[in-house]
């Protein structure tokens, strides 16, 4: 179909249920041109997240079909697919080891180079340059413990330097002062800048510079369009 071939992600008619008992998306369809940000937003438990599990496939659909440029996602690898899509959460994780093991995480033999010019882009290399031992800080260390913000911006580094063709980002709400929220504002538009992403917008600003508002509520999308449509 060559609708779909055009379009970097298609739902369609997607329904899904964690249990047989409840279906939680009740047949969901939405066109992502290729380089478009996509703004989910909902009240809690209106299926934003489930919409993320399944883009990466954490679950499968009960019906309907996710497709990625045109192809279903269950016909592409788990470890293909792990390759495209870059995720950053809002409680982002850092493992026991130094920040570079966990800048690194999802490309191991990347350059100290391009490390660095992730951490830039990420907004976090300032920050990162001024521990006592710079990239080589344990993350564990009792005084390197750090804030969600600074932990979501070394997520966003994580990420920038995977370079995925589909981002899913879960803004950080909590926690952040003014200062760290620009930093992350910033890194946002820097991660998302030319790549297909969907984002949950907490953030008025993020969702005013959506390609594409999605608004969900009990697992159908309500509306759908720009800000100056809705
Ligand atoms: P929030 O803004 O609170 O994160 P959300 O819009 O992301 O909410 P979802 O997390 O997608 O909402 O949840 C949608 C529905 O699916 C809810 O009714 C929730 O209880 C249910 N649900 C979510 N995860 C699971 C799970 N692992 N097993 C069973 N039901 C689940």
């Given amino acids: 179909n060559f609708t779909d071939i ?3 992600v298609t739902l369609k008619d997607v329904k899904f249920g964690y249990n047989a008992e409840k279906e939680i998306l009740h047949g969901i369809s939405l066109n992502v041109d290729k380089g478009q940000m996509v703004a989910l937003v909902g009240p809690t438990g209106s299926g934003k997240t489930t919409v993320m599990n399944l883009l990466n496939r954490f679950y499968d659909v009960t019906e309907g079909q996710v497709l990625f440029d045109g192809v279903d996602v269950r016909d592409i690898s788990l470890t293909n697919l792990r390759e495209q899509v870059g995720i950053v959460l809002q409680e982002s994780v850092l493992f026991s ?3 570079r093991q966990n800048i690194k995480f999802g490309k191991p033999d990347a350059t100290d180079l391009d490390m660095i010019a992730a951490a830039k882009q990420a907004n976090i290399h300032e920050f990162i340059m001024s521990l006592e031992n710079g990239y080589d800080t344990h993350v564990s260390d009792e005084n390197s413990v750090f804030s969600t913000g600074q932990k979501q911006l ?3 580094a994580r990420t920038i330097l995977t370079n995925p063709r589909l981002l899913i ?3 950080a709400t909590s926690n952040v002062d003014t200062v760290t929220e620009a930093k992350i504002q910033k890194a946002m538009d820097n991660v998302i800048q030319g790549r297909t992403s969907f984002v949950i917008a907490h953030r008025l600003k993020t969702i005013l510079n959506a390609d594409k508002i999605v608004v969900l509520k009990d697992g159908n999308i309500l509306e759908e369009g720009t800000h100056t449509q809705l």
């Fill in 169 to 171: 980002l879960d803004e």
């Fill in 6 to 8: 055009q379009k970097a």
């Fill in 97 to 99: 080891g130094t920040i």
């Fill in 154 to 156: 070394m997520s966003i």
